[in-house]
């Protein structure tokens, strides 16, 4: 069984440094500030993972 059907979240810490599978009552207690990301599609996990380029705003306008 995967960890997710047993009630699991994939977390993504503060500093986008870190992921790992974290019971709910982990979450709560251990990491609030973790960023739950189970059901991300993978372009949207991958725009919030990657840092956006200082040199983009300079062309935005």
Known sequence: ???KDQG???CISPDKQ???WLHPSEIVH???DWTDVTG????EL?????PVP????????
């Open 46 to 50: 991958v725009a919030f993972l990657m």
């Open 1 to 3: 069984m995967h960890l």
């Open 40 to 43: 991300w599609p993978s372009e």
């Open 30 to 32: 251990l990491h609030p």
């Open 8 to 10: 699991f979240k994939f």
């Open 18 to 20: 870190q992921g790992r």
């Open 54 to 61: 200082e040199q983009q705003e300079l062309f935005a306008a």
